[in-house]
């Protein structure tokens, strides 16, 4: 699917919208308006730190390297 599922929540930290929908991305944007910016930012930094941090990627990349390949 297209888009940043990996990185938004819909309603935590944003709005996901249907692919080619009007109606879905002007609902969003509608919705969007109610959210606190600044909680927005705050849910967007917490899940940027869980995921995507150099550390947790590299620990995910040196679990996979651990495991033996399959042939």
Excluded at 23 to 48: H, K
Aim: hydrophobic content about 40%; aromatic content about 8%; overall charge positive.
């Amino acid at each position: 699917e297209p888009g940043c599922r990996e990185t938004v929540i819909d309603g935590w930290n944003g709005r996901v919208v249907q692919a080619r929908s009007a109606q879905s991305l002007l609902a969003a944007m509608v919705a969007t308006q109610a959210m606190n910016p600044s909680e927005v930012a705050r849910n967007s930094r917490r899940l940027f730190d869980a995921k995507f941090r150099v550390d947790r990627v590299t620990a995910v990349y040196l679990e996979q390297y651990a495991r033996p390949v399959e042939q």
